[in-house]
Protein backbone atom coordinates (compact mmCIF):
# COMPACT_ATOMS: atom_id res chain seq x y z
CA UNK A 1 0.00 0.00 0.00
CA UNK A 2 1.25 3.59 -0.80
CA UNK A 3 0.47 6.45 1.74
CA UNK A 4 0.34 9.82 0.79
CA UNK A 5 0.51 12.54 3.77
CA UNK A 6 -1.06 16.27 3.02
CA UNK A 7 -2.92 19.35 4.90
CA UNK A 8 0.86 20.30 6.43
CA UNK A 9 1.41 23.89 6.15
CA UNK A 10 2.76 27.09 8.15
CA UNK A 11 0.85 28.46 11.21
CA UNK A 12 0.97 30.96 14.21
CA UNK A 13 0.40 28.94 17.88
CA UNK A 14 -2.72 28.27 18.94
CA UNK A 15 -4.16 27.53 15.65
CA UNK A 16 -5.22 24.46 13.57
CA UNK A 17 -4.42 21.70 10.87
CA UNK A 18 -6.10 19.21 9.41
CA UNK A 19 -3.68 16.58 7.90
CA UNK A 20 -4.79 13.79 5.78
CA UNK A 21 -2.88 10.67 4.70
CA UNK A 22 -4.53 9.09 1.83
CA UNK A 23 -3.98 5.20 0.78
CA UNK A 24 -3.91 3.70 -2.81
CA UNK A 25 -3.54 -0.07 -3.85
CA UNK A 26 -6.12 -3.21 -4.00
CA UNK A 27 -5.93 -4.04 -0.15
CA UNK A 28 -9.05 -3.44 1.59
CA UNK A 29 -8.21 -0.24 4.45
CA UNK A 30 -9.96 -1.62 6.95
CA UNK A 31 -7.70 -4.27 7.42
CA UNK A 32 -4.66 -1.94 8.68
CA UNK A 33 -4.12 -0.29 11.98
CA UNK A 34 -3.78 3.17 11.26
CA UNK A 35 -0.96 5.85 13.43
CA UNK A 36 0.42 9.33 13.35
CA UNK A 37 4.30 9.92 14.05
CA UNK A 38 6.07 12.98 13.73
CA UNK A 39 10.05 13.76 13.40
CA UNK A 40 11.06 17.27 14.41
CA UNK A 41 15.05 17.99 13.09
CA UNK A 42 17.60 17.05 15.26
CA UNK A 43 15.47 14.50 17.22
CA UNK A 44 14.20 10.65 16.94
CA UNK A 45 10.76 9.80 15.49
CA UNK A 46 7.85 10.06 17.79
CA UNK A 47 4.09 7.89 18.30
CA UNK A 48 1.61 11.18 17.76
CA UNK A 49 -1.74 8.66 18.02
CA UNK A 50 -3.03 5.83 16.79
CA UNK A 51 -6.60 4.22 15.09
CA UNK A 52 -7.78 0.85 15.52
CA UNK A 53 -8.79 -0.18 12.16
CA UNK A 54 -12.85 -0.29 12.93
CA UNK A 55 -12.37 2.91 13.84
CA UNK A 56 -13.73 2.93 17.66
CA UNK A 57 -9.59 2.74 19.65
CA UNK A 58 -7.68 5.73 19.15
CA UNK A 59 -4.38 6.15 21.54
CA UNK A 60 -2.82 9.49 21.75
CA UNK A 61 0.77 10.30 23.43
CA UNK A 62 0.59 12.43 26.33
CA UNK A 63 2.10 15.38 24.40
CA UNK A 64 -1.11 16.12 21.99
CA UNK A 65 -3.62 14.24 24.00
CA UNK A 66 -6.75 16.70 24.19
CA UNK A 67 -5.83 18.64 21.46
CA UNK A 68 -4.96 16.39 18.53
CA UNK A 69 -8.30 13.72 17.29
CA UNK A 70 -7.27 10.77 14.49
CA UNK A 71 -9.91 9.88 12.72
CA UNK A 72 -10.49 7.93 9.36
CA UNK A 73 -12.35 6.95 6.47
CA UNK A 74 -12.17 3.36 5.39
CA UNK A 75 -14.08 3.56 2.25
CA UNK A 76 -12.22 6.69 1.00
CA UNK A 77 -9.08 4.65 2.14
CA UNK A 78 -8.07 7.57 3.98
CA UNK A 79 -6.97 8.74 7.92
CA UNK A 80 -6.96 12.20 9.45
CA UNK A 81 -5.35 14.17 12.27
CA UNK A 82 -7.02 17.21 13.86
CA UNK A 83 -4.93 19.30 15.53
CA UNK A 84 -5.52 22.11 17.21
CA UNK A 85 -3.92 24.81 20.06
CA UNK A 86 -0.93 24.39 17.57
CA UNK A 87 2.30 25.05 19.64
CA UNK A 88 5.72 25.47 18.41
CA UNK A 89 6.61 22.38 19.79
CA UNK A 90 4.14 20.61 17.35
CA UNK A 91 6.93 21.62 14.50
CA UNK A 92 7.93 18.77 12.41
CA UNK A 93 7.58 16.07 9.97
CA UNK A 94 4.12 14.23 10.05
CA UNK A 95 4.14 10.91 9.02
CA UNK A 96 1.26 8.18 8.86
CA UNK A 97 1.82 4.63 9.03
CA UNK A 98 -0.23 1.60 8.69
CA UNK A 99 0.21 -1.52 10.05
CA UNK A 100 -1.31 -5.47 9.87
CA UNK A 101 -0.36 -6.92 13.59
CA UNK A 102 -0.76 -4.79 16.13
CA UNK A 103 1.84 -4.39 18.40
CA UNK A 104 4.40 -4.29 16.23
CA UNK A 105 6.54 -2.36 13.63
CA UNK A 106 4.29 -0.37 11.21
CA UNK A 107 4.50 -2.40 7.58
CA UNK A 108 4.04 1.11 5.34
CA UNK A 109 5.09 4.42 5.85
CA UNK A 110 4.15 7.85 3.67
CA UNK A 111 7.11 10.76 3.19
CA UNK A 112 5.28 13.22 5.53
CA UNK A 113 3.96 16.75 5.52
CA UNK A 114 5.41 19.96 7.62
CA UNK A 115 4.10 21.76 9.83
CA UNK A 116 5.18 24.61 11.63
CA UNK A 117 4.39 26.24 14.04
CA UNK A 118 5.60 29.74 14.82
CA UNK A 119 5.22 31.18 18.61
Known amino acids: VQLVESGGASVQAGGSLRLSCQASGRTPFDIYNAGWFRQAPGKEREFVAL????????DYSDSVKGRFTVSRDNAKKMVFLEMNSLKPEDTAVYLC????????????WGQGTQVTVSS
Open 97 to 108: AVRLVPGVGFDF
Open 51 to 58: IRRDGIVT
